[in-house]
C-alpha cells in the first residue's frame, strides 16, 4: 500500500471511530464530509446534530474519549510490542544474538520514532509528547495501566530470554540474565526520558550506549 493511501486509510478509521461514538450517545444526522483535496488543515468533517445541549456535550466527550483511546492504541500500545518494534518471531529470542538483536531493536527505534514523529513531535524533541502522551493515557485511558505493563514485561522476557541464550552460547560472559535483561532496558528508558526535557533522543545515541554496555559483558 502507497504511503499516501495507507494514512487516508488511518484518517477513515479516524472518521468511522467518531461516527459510532456519536450513535452511542443517540447523536442526529451524523454525516461525513470528505474536504481533503480543498483544505491542509483536515481531511474530513464530521457533523452531527443533538436535541440538547446536555446531549451535545456527551456526544463530544464520547467523540474525544474513543478517538484518545484509539489514538494510544495505534501510537503507544501497538509501538511498544517488542516483536512489532524488531519485526521477530517469539520464537526468535532462543537463537539471535545478542548483538543481533540490539541491532534489530535499534533499527526498530528508530522506524518508530519516525512513525511517531507528525503525531507527538514538539519542535525537534519528540520523547517530550511523548511521555506527556503516556501521562495522559495514564489520568484519563481506563485499563491503560494494565495493558502498557504487560507489553514492558513481554519486552523484558523477550529479552531475558535472548540473554540467556547469548550466556548459553557464550557469546557474553556467565552474568545474572535478569539483571542483564533489565539494564538494557533502562538504558533506553532512561536516555529518553533524561533527553525528553532537551532535545530529545537521537538513535546514534541509543546505540552508543547499548554497545558499550554490550562491549563490556561480551566473551
Known amino acids: 500500500m502507497q504511503k499516501g493511501m495507507e494514512f487516508m486509510s488511518k484518517e477513515l478509521e479516524m472518521v468511522r471511530l467518531a461516527c459510532k461514538?456519536?450513535?452511542?450517545?443517540?447523536?442526529?444526522d451524523i454525516k461525513v464530509i470528505d474536504i481533503h483535496e480543498v483544505s491542509v488543515i483536515a481531511d474530513y468533517f464530521v457533523i452531527a446534530s443533538g436535541s440538547n445541549l446536555n446531549q451535545v456535550q456527551?456526544?463530544?466527550d464520547n467523540v474525544q474519549e474513543e478517538l484518545f483511546k484509539a489514538v494510544i492504541d495505534r501510537f503507544v500500545l501497538d509501538k511498544q510490542n517488542v516483536l512489532q518494534k524488531t519485526g521477530f518471531k517469539e520464537e526468535a529470542a532462543k537463537w539471535i544474538s545478542l548483538k543481533e538483536y540490539l541491532e534489530v531493536y535499534i533499527n526498530g527505534a528508530k522506524n518508530t520514532i519516525e512513525s511517531m514523529r507528525p503525531f507527538v513531535w514538539e519542535g525537534n524533541n519528540g520523547f517530550g509528547g511523548y511521555f506527556s502522551l503516556l501521562y495522559q493515557a495514564h489520568k484519563n485511558y481506563e485499563g491503560f495501566d494494565g495493558k502498557i505493563y504487560n507489553l514492558f514485561f513481554h519486552?523484558?522476557?523477550?529479552i531475558k530470554a535472548v540473554v540467556e541464550n547469548a550466556i548459553k552460547t557464550k557469546e557474553i560472559r556467565d552474568l545474572d540474565a535478569a539483571e542483564v535483561a533489565h539494564h538494557l532496558r533502562y538504558i533506553f528508558i532512561g536516555c529518553a526520558f533524561e533527553e525528553s526535557f532537551n532535545n530529545g533522543l537521537t538513535v546514534e545515541e541509543v546505540q552508543k550506549h547499548l554497545m558499550f554496555y554490550y562491549n563490556i559483558i561480551k566473551r
Open 21 to 28: 461514538a456519536l450513535d452511542e450517545k443517540k447523536a442526529l
Open 155 to 158: 519486552e523484558y522476557s523477550f
Open 58 to 60: 456527551a456526544m463530544v
